[in-house]
């Protein structure tokens, strides 16, 4: 199929780069499976596996016609809603408000494409917020009422409209957007993002002693935290010339709020998990967990970024 508005080639370059970069990781991965293993190791090798997992999946989105990006883009945010309400108890009488729930994905991703700012920023924070509680009302059953709309709401912010900002991304007009497009902005979110979870854990494991939340991500340490937010921001600084607007200082910027969102969403999730006692979100990859773990960085990383972009970057401010 031909590709309207074919795409940069700096945007092909760097999914080449990546795939290098990601064949030469999982060789040494495997040599020190071979020569040292233990948890470590396979843990480092679930990482590279769900780089693999990420990088491919948002590549098909990025180098295919922006319609298809589009309705892909909105059926893996659609798994994700889905394995969140599979982990969360919800109401037999709120069977029917759940389709109006699944139906705001369609709906949400369309003003995405459309690059329909005000449309997109609204839908579900105002209109969905108001009409799913109103919805339950009038079903007249109130006992358990306010966990429902508590937990559909939340759901719906942090699946729906926070990777919908990858959509919006990928529709970034291409007077703002820089040499590669929404496709480059989007490439640069998505491989600094996986880049920032394997380059923490990895500082983590070689330095890490001191940890930041105990109780909820044992493993996570201030000198893994540091060293993949340094990685990040050299990453961010080499790469944003190629696939942003953005000089390699403020693309520097940029990945220092990639690699620190990212690590918030990683967190908070892993807080929701737990709170469930549950050790993976699902399990549509085997032994990797399911998509919520894939995409938990990306689900705060997706709009800090997108909105630091519109407000600076797009606006013209910087």
Not at 81 to 100: A, G, N
Not at 206 to 222: D, E, M, N, R, Y
Not at 236 to 262: D, E, K, N, Q, S
């Amino acid at each position: 199929m031909p590709i309207p508005d074919a795409l940069p080639d700096t945007v092909f370059y760097a999914i080449a780069v990546i795939y290098a970069l990601l064949i030469a990781a999982s060789v040494i991965v495997a040599v020190m499976k071979r020569k040292q293993p233990g948890a470590v190791t396979e843990e480092l090798s679930r990482r590279v596996t769900s780089w693999w997992f990420m990088i491919t999946i948002f590549s098909v989105a990025i180098v295919t016609n922006r319609v298809v990006s589009t309705v892909f883009l909105g059926f893996v945010t659609f798994l994700a809603f889905k394995e969140y309400l599979s982990l969360i108890p919800t109401r037999r009488v709120d069977r029917v408000i759940l389709l109006f729930a699944y139906w705001a994905i369609p709906a949400q991703f369309l003003f995405a494409h459309l690059n329909s700012y005000g449309l997109f920023l609204t839908f579900i924070p105002v209109w969905m917020f108001l009409f799913l509680p109103m919805a339950m009302t009038l079903m007249g059953k109130t006992e358990g009422f306010l966990r429902a709309v508590g937990t559909l709401s939340w759901g719906l912010m942090i699946t729906v409209f926070a990777l919908s900002h990858t959509a919006m991304l990928l529709a970034a007009d291409k007077s703002v957007a820089g040499p590669a497009g929404g496709a480059g902005l989007l490439l640069f979110l998505v491989a600094l993002t996986q880049f920032n979870d394997v380059a923490q854990f990895t500082w983590g494991r070689l330095f890490g002693k001191h940890k930041i939340a105990p109780q909820v991500s044992p493993k996570k340490t201030w000198e893994g935290f540091l060293g993949g937010l340094g990685s990040t921001v050299v990453g961010a600084a080499i790469a944003g010339p190629f696939l942003t607007p953005m000089p390699f200082y403020y693309a520097g910027v940029a990945g220092a709020i990639i690699a620190v969102a990212g690590f918030l969403g990683d967190i908070t999730i892993s807080s929701f998990k737990r709170d469930l006692g549950v050790k993976d979100s699902g399990g549509l990859i085997p032994g990797h967990g399911g998509i919520l773990d894939r995409v938990d960085s990306l689900i705060y990383a997706a709009p800090v970024f997108y909105h630091a972009m519109h407000f600076f970057v797009f606006s013209g401010r910087i």
